[in-house]
């Protein structure tokens, strides 16, 4: 049963769960339109001469090689500080490709071989410890998927004062999300022994800007593991082959890549990563350190920033993704006349914890400008702020752990663009 709410938005009485989502009534008239006369088959070329071949390790479709992920740096191929962002304008589904899963370096790719690296636990425990890759893969392992989000991701929309007019990839790529596979870290920590001074756990990667965070160590016992495999196959150099710290729901730089060290203190490091790049000032001066969580958000993909909607109206699918670094989505609310008047989406399972989540509405478009909005509320009743709300809490030059509402302007002509509202 569809509710017909403001300016065309389609709403359900069931918001959630399988079965077709969308009534044939709402869809009508958008198949191409038959003729009275039957239809001619149309024998297609490909069916007339011989297969081409595969291969070992299977690659997208040649047709589909626009869909990339996009570097933001003066010289990506170079080592170096490097933001690769997702393009999350051609996601369909909550796991992001492996391929295309953003990446953020900040020294470049180091190349590691396996054989030879080495996890070290040291520290406050009462054995240290060394693990070579062969021992660390016979420990059991967990399976979790996982959305991964840098501190800085839509930075441009935090910073800039007027909308900049880009792909959501480009404004808001610096998320994504797996299956991660590893050894829960509890398992490695437990067999060093640790001390009662043992509070924190300083990690360490083994690339050249030598990336280091310190972590409450209650947290890391009850949540973090030794990621080994993304989406069933072992890790990508981007995300730290061979392994990487994975703490579901916290900012992406505390999941140290290409792991080799973890230090049990009872006090933080103050490494330059935490004291320098993560700490940001609130708009009360005070320092705002150590903010872990990646809160609530949601993007509307489709339509999005720089995509043309066909026709000047008629129907479309409204689609996003919602994640909450805390826990589940709840639900995901969506407006198409700036924020006036909001209609609850279809959230698709799983909905799972600290997961994209994917959410859809039906919309039949009058063809009038909309504005678009999407705004996630998670199981806590967490839910994102507009970003003058989001602006009064933040100095002026403080961008991480935006997650205020992302707008997108529909223009009579079908153009979509990004716009605050
Ligand atoms: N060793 C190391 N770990 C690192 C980084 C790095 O530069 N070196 N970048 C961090 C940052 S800032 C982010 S957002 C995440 C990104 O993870 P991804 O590249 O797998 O998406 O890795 C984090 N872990
Ligand atoms: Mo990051």
Request: proline share 6%; glycine share 10%.
């Amino acid at each position: 049963m569809n509710l017909r709410t403001g300016r065309g938005l389609l709403q359900r009485r069931s918001f959630l769960g399988g079965g077709l989502a969308v009534s044939a009534a709402a869809l009508g008239d958008l198949a191409i339109a038959a003729p009275a006369a039957p239809l001619a088959v149309r024998l297609p070329d490909s069916m007339k001469t011989l297969g081409g071949a595969d291969l070992p390790y299977g690659q997208p479709a040649v047709h589909e090689q626009a869909v990339q992920r996009v570097a933001h740096p003066s010289a990506p191929q170079t080592a170096g500080f490097a933001i690769w962002r997702s393009p999350l304008q051609q996601q369909r589904g909550i796991i992001t490709p492996s391929g295309l899963h953003f990446s953020v370096h900040h020294n470049g790719l180091p190349d590691i071989a396996p054989q030879r690296h080495e996890l070290m636990i040291h520290g406050l425990v009462k054995r240290p410890l060394r693990f070579d890759m062969e021992r660390l893969m016979r420990y059991p392992m967990v399976s979790r998927i996982h959305f991964l989000e840098c501190a800085g991701n839509s930075a441009a929309n935090a910073l800039s004062p007027t909308a900049t007019n880009q792909t959501l990839g480009d404004i808001a790529g610096e998320v994504s999300c797996s299956e991660w596979t590893g050894v829960p870290l509890s398992y490695l920590l437990n067999e060093a022994g640790l001390q009662d001074s043992a509070k924190w756990v300083v990690a360490e990667g083994a690339d050249g800007g030598s990336h280091a965070r310190s972590l409450p160590l209650s947290a890391l016992l009850k949540d973090a593991f030794v990621a080994l495999y993304q989406n069933g196959e072992r890790l990508r150099p981007s995300q730290g082959y061979p392994m990487r710290l994975f703490m579901p729901g916290w900012e992406g730089n505390v999941n140290v890549k290409w792991l080799h060290r973890l230090e049990v203190t009872d006090q933080p490091a103050y490494t330059k990563d935490e004291s320098g790049l993560y700490t940001q000032v609130l708009a009360n001066g005070q320092i705002e350190r150590f903010a872990f969580h990646m809160d609530v958000k949601s993007v509307i993909t489709h339509p999005s920033g720089l995509q043309t909607l066909p026709e000047p109206k008629g129907f479309f699918e409204i689609a996003g993704l919602a994640w909450s670094g805390y826990g589940r989505v709840a639900k995901v609310e969506v407006s198409v006349d700036g924020g006036a008047t909001w209609a609850l989406a279809q959230l698709h399972g799983p909905v799972l914890d600290r997961a994209f989540t994917r959410f859809t509405l039906p919309w039949r478009w009058d063809g009038r400008r909309a504005t678009l909005l999407s705004r996630a509320t998670d199981e806590f009743g967490r839910s994102q702020p507009t970003r003058a709300e989001w602006k009064r809490k933040y100095a002026m030059q403080s961008f991480h752990h935006y997650n205020a509402l992302q707008a997108w302007r529909v223009g009579t002509d079908g153009r979509v663009e990004n716009v605050y509202a």
